[in-house]
């Protein structure tokens, strides 16, 4: 972890300090601001999805499904042994 150099600064009058005060004050309030706004853009409201496009997410999951059965049971019988399939041994 890099160190990081803090400066300091000496203030000889109270409206230095106050000074100071509003500067951070308003530094905190655009970073509150802009993660306001960026927090905002992960919960976006989606558009209404019409009829076919539910219909066009089912197909789509659907067809996801059947092809990660089809890798699984190719799968299985190729590499049984690590999906726990025990081979018999032949006398």
């Known amino acids: 972890m890099v160190p990081t150099k803090k400066t300091t600064r000496e203030y000889t009058t109270l409206e ?11 530094q905190i309030q655009a970073d509150t601001t802009q993660a306001s706004a960026l927090w905002n853009q992960v919960f976006v409201k989606r558009e209404d999805t019409t009829k076919g496009d539910y219909i066009a997410s089912l197909i ?32």
């Not at 230095?16 to 308003?26: F, G, S, V």
């Open 16 to 26: 230095e300090i106050q000074a100071r005060k509003d500067e951070l004050l308003e």
């Open 60 to 91: 789509n999951n659907g067809l996801t499904v059947l092809d990660l059965f089809l890798v699984y049971r190719k799968l299985r019988r190729g590499y049984g042994g690590l999906f726990g399939k025990k081979k018999r041994s032949r006398r």
